[in-house]
């Protein structure tokens, strides 16, 4: 199993500010994923980062938004950008672990 | 449009007795599937998949079953312990692996009373 940490635990911003959560495993992984679970909703995907390449974003999120860095094997950061009150979530990042994606203990977010 | 469902947002459950949470899917491609255990102020902790090529996977108390003619799964806790008091998401990949994008459900919060 990976052990994952992310940076901040919380925070509260103001719209129209950015925040970079950090996320930082244990061990070298290949792939890494970013969660957000809205309230109330479930933990939908926003993007996957490889380390060496673009992020991959799902439909719905864009790079501009939600610029992702993955400068390593073992450490990633997600940057909300321009924010508003609807992007008040969990934000969580996870790592393949080959069974099943391994989770950090997300960072909650309230803009507002 | 939701590919993974989870119509039971609760369910209560006496200790020592089995909880069954369910889970449909509508997506013929997916492969894989898990379940995940979340405490409050926690991420997700997996707890047990299985592959589309069984029907059944036990590990411990837990037992998933898949049915994948009727696009159904479900997730077995005999006997059921107040610790297992969390909520419950199934998750979904259209790969045999967790290296694939997971599309999870909307939880199903079970209580477990003593």
């Known amino acids: 199993s990976a052990v994952i940490s992310q940076k901040p635990s919380r925070d509260i911003c103001q719209r129209g500010t950015s925040l970079t959560i950090q996320c930082q495993v244990d061990?070298?992984?290949?792939?890494m994923f970013w969660y957000r679970q809205q309230p109330g909703q479930s933990l939908t995907l926003i993007a996957t980062a490889n380390q060496g390449s673009e992020a991959t974003y799902e439909s719905g999120f864009v790079i501009d938004k939600f610029p992702i860095s993955r400068p390593n094997l073992t450490f990633s950061t997600l940057t909300v950008s321009n924010m508003s009150p609807e992007d008040s979530s969990i934000y969580l990042c996870?790592?393949?672990?080959?069974?099943?994606?391994?989770f950090g203990p997300g960072t909650r977010l309230t803009v507002l | 449009d939701q590919q993974v469902k989870q119509n039971s947002p609760s369910l209560s459950v006496q200790e020592g007795r089995i909880s069954i949470l369910n889970c449909d899917y509508t997506n013929s491609m997916f492969d894989y599937f898990l379940w995940y255990k979340k405490y409050p102020a926690e991420g997700p902790t997996f707890l047990i998949s299985i592959s589309s090529i069984k029907d059944k996977n036990e590990d411990g108390r837990f037992t998933v079953f898949l049915n994948k003619s009727a696009k159904h799964l479900s997730l077995h806790i005999v006997p059921s312990q107040p610790g297992d008091s969390a909520v419950y998401f199934c998750a979904a990949s259209d790969g045999m692996d967790s290296s694939y994008k997971l599309i999870f459900g909307s939880g199903t919060r079970l209580l477990v009373r003593p």
């Open positions: 996870s790592v393949d672990g080959g069974d099943t994606q391994y």
């Open positions: 061990s070298q992984v290949t792939m």
